[in-house]
């Protein structure tokens, strides 16, 4: 069946480093993909989207890229920070939107 | 910070309980949905309406039941509480329309004993 999942559960980066955490999805016919960021306590909260009609966009320290050809979703942080520390989710969207399993990243100082 | 609100945050009761959670929103969506997280775990999505009067089960079946009777209001209620409920409950909400993002409120936290 169709699924949303991410490569790794967990990432420990330096503080500084950049990071990525990767997604996976299935679903070709997905249109639309969004990162959240969940820290411990709250809800999901939006990072950044990207349609299908593109492969690449950047918010503040945050870069989205879209490979269709292989069905992969990253989220690249750029000096990554205490403060990022937290679950992220991937989440695909064709009729419904489908959230992927979390990587839990955490920041060294 | 989104305008989305859940009471109450953390609720610990006894088997066999009637509970209702709530959710509100003032941003005027109308759509809205029921989440079910284990810590760190993905969304399992539970209950969804697309606007007033409008309710659909989701992908994880829950014994666990909805209203929407105003645009703002998405409440859940659980008729008999068991310790399998005891989870997180987090309820969202986005434009119509779309695909747009979903805005999540905080997230209830159930314990059933």
């Known amino acids: 069946g169709e699924s949303v999942g991410l490569h790794l559960p967990t990432l420990s980066v330096q503080e500084g480093d950049n990071s990525i955490i990767n997604c996976a999805y299935s679903?070709?016919?997905?249109?639309?993909f969004i990162w959240y960021k969940q820290e411990s306590g709250k809800g999901p909260q939006f990072i950044i989207d990207?349609?299908?009609?593109?492969d690449k966009r950047q918010g503040q320290r945050v870069t989205v890229l879209l490979n269709k050809t292989v069905k992969h979703l990253s989220l690249q942080i750029a000096a990554t920070q205490p403060g990022d520390s937290a679950v992220y989710f991937c989440?695909?969207?064709?009729?419904?939107?489908?959230f992927g399993a979390g990587t839990r990243l955490t920041v060294k100082p | 910070e989104a305008d989305i609100y859940q009471t109450p945050r953390y609720l610990v009761i006894g088997t066999g309980k009637k509970i209702t959670l709530e959710c509100s929103q003032t941003?005027?969506?109308?759509?809205m949905y029921w989440y079910q997280q284990d810590p760190g775990m993905e969304l399992h999505l539970i209950h969804y309406?697309?606007?007033?009067?409008?309710?659909e089960k989701g992908d994880l079946s829950s014994e666990s039941t909805v209203s929407r009777i105003r645009t703002e209001h998405f409440p859940l209620t659980l008729e008999s509480a068991r310790p399998s409920h005891t989870s997180q409950y987090l309820c969202?909400?986005?434009?119509?329309?779309?695909?747009?993002?979903?805005?999540f409120g905080p997230g209830t936290r159930l314990t059933v004993l």
């Open positions: 969202a909400s986005s434009v119509g329309g779309g695909p747009y993002e979903q805005f």
């Open positions: 990207i349609r299908s009609n593109m």
């Open positions: 941003m005027g969506h109308d759509k």
């Open positions: 989440a695909e969207n064709k009729n419904d939107m489908r």
């Open positions: 309406s697309y606007g007033v009067n409008s309710t």
């Open positions: 679903n070709s016919a997905s249109d639309y």
